[in-house]
């Protein structure tokens, strides 16, 4: 019986590596530009550091994690809990008071796969510590759009403020009260919510809840006169960089640990899967989990959608991987031996070189060369190595030249770069 990969769990193939490299890279960049520095974290950590972050009433929490039950240990939904395990486990705030960090791998929820959604997928992950002014929050969004117009995607940024503890409270009380007398109304999730997570309902993507809570209190007006104003200023920033944005007030995010600014980046062109990236400000949490009170930022890019919508938008991992310089084309024993020292020669001075060690005639060495997308293939036989002349061919001119062989395998090594690199 064949075993395969496991539903939800998929293999990146090598012709797609390239564009998830390139989305890797462009990240790498821009959070280099904006000041942060990468920290990897584990992917395993004691259960209790979710359950206290994330919130016990989430979905994320509630039915989504892999556990090790017996073990109390769970593989990480998202980075930003570990990524704070690790800020506070080493004290990072003393070496500098602001911290900008990223983090890039892989995250694992238990939920139902679909196009964009799996169960190990990948996130682009950047947090800022230590700050609270609302300057930090424009520069975040305005990082991560810079992030999808230089990977070539429009996406549009819609925000929100969720308050603090001093006026959600307040705000909740009248949500609840709001819901109570729409029942009837709601999906059965959304009854359930309305008591142990109301904001929650909000957020709700059917149409019975939207049509519910779309006369509901709406938060933007409940705010304390200190998160308004930040508020207003995390807009007036965001003008000042002139990235745009519009204001939803029904985005609550399925992370019970963010306060103030939430932000989300969603797209038209992904079918139901429409958020690519999520993020916002989550002030009480580290000290929530036994942390310094130092206020925190950040947000995470998923990058199965960033490939879904790369691929989509031009056949980018469809072009073929890197080409070799140079296929040695050997027929014969001698030439054999000649051409396996030759491209071991050629791949220690930098070039990316093969040969086939099988036997096989000219025209299916030099199918595999051509296959292999070589610049150049080096034909040699006994009979070459007899006159002391290889041919080497061009493979996008086909232009075929005698090439002189030498004695030493080091200066033939030499000779070929040359020539390999001036045409
Ligand atoms: P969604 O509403 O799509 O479930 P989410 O709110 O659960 O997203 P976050 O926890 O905010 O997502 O994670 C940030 C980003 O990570 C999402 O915008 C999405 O691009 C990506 N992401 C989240 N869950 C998955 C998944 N199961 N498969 C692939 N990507 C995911
Ligand atoms: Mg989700």
Redesign the pocket.
């Known amino acids: 019986m064949k075993i395969k990969a496991i539903n939800?769990f998929k293999d990146i193939l090598p012709e797609e590596v390239p564009l998830w490299q390139h989305i890797e890279g462009v990240a790498r960049d821009i959070f280099q530009r904006f000041g942060c520095h990468e920290i990897r974290l584990p992917i395993l950590e004691k259960t209790e550091l979710f359950a206290r972050s994330i919130g016990e009433a989430t979905?994320?929490v509630e039915k989504?994690m892999y556990t090790f039950v017996e073990m109390g240990i769970t593989m990480r939904?998202?980075a930003t809990a570990s990524l704070l395990r690790a800020f506070i486990e080493h004290g990072l705030h003393v070496r500098q008071p602001v911290q900008r960090l990223y983090t890039i791998g892989p995250?694992f929820?238990h939920?139902r796969?679909q196009k964009?959604?799996?169960?190990q997928?990948?996130?682009v992950d950047a947090e800022v510590i230590g700050a609270v002014e609302p300057e930090i929050d424009a520069e975040l969004m305005a990082m991560g759009q810079m992030l999808l117009t230089e990977l070539g995607l429009s996406a549009s940024l819609e925000v929100n403020s969720l308050g603090c503890p001093g006026c959600r409270p307040e705000f909740r009380r009248r949500l609840v009260a709001y819901l109570q007398d729409r029942q009837a109304g709601l999906c059965e999730d959304c009854r359930r919510r309305s008591e142990t997570n109301p904001l929650r309902v909000l957020d709700c993507k059917k149409a019975g809840c939207r049509e519910v809570v779309e006369e509901a209190p709406s938060i933007l007006d409940a705010l304390c006169p200190e998160c308004r104003s930040h508020f207003d200023q995390v807009q007036s920033r965001l003008d000042l960089l002139g990235v745009s944005y519009s204001l939803n007030r029904f985005m609550v995010?399925?992370?019970d640990y963010y306060t103030r600014t939430t932000f989300?980046?969603v797209t038209g062109d992904l079918g139901a899967?429409?958020?690519?990236?999520?993020?916002g400000r989550y002030d009480g949490l580290i000290e929530q989990l036994g942390g310094p009170k130092l206020p925190g930022i950040g947000?995470?890019?998923?990058?199965?959608?960033?490939v879904l919508l790369l691929q989509a938008a031009d056949n980018r991992a469809e072009r073929p991987g890197p080409s070799l310089d140079l296929f040695v084309a050997a027929l014969g024993s001698r030439a054999g031996l000649h051409g396996y020292r030759l491209v071991h020669g050629l791949r220690q001075r930098g070039l990316r070189a093969a040969m086939d060690y099988s036997g096989r005639s000219l025209k299916a060495q030099m199918k595999q060369a051509a296959r292999q997308a070589a610049r150049h293939t080096l034909i040699l036989g006994d009979d070459e190595l007899e006159r002391q002349t290889a041919i080497l061919r061009n493979m996008q001119t086909q232009e075929q030249l005698p090439f002189p062989l030498q004695a030493d395998v080091g200066q033939e090594c030499l000779q070929l770069i040359d020539i390999i690199q001036t045409t």
């Open positions: 939800g979905d994320i989504e939904p998202e995250m929820r939920e796969p964009g959604r799996l169960r997928f990948h996130q995010r399925g992370l989300e980046f899967q429409a958020a690519i990236g999520a993020g947000f995470a890019m998923g990058m199965e959608r960033l």
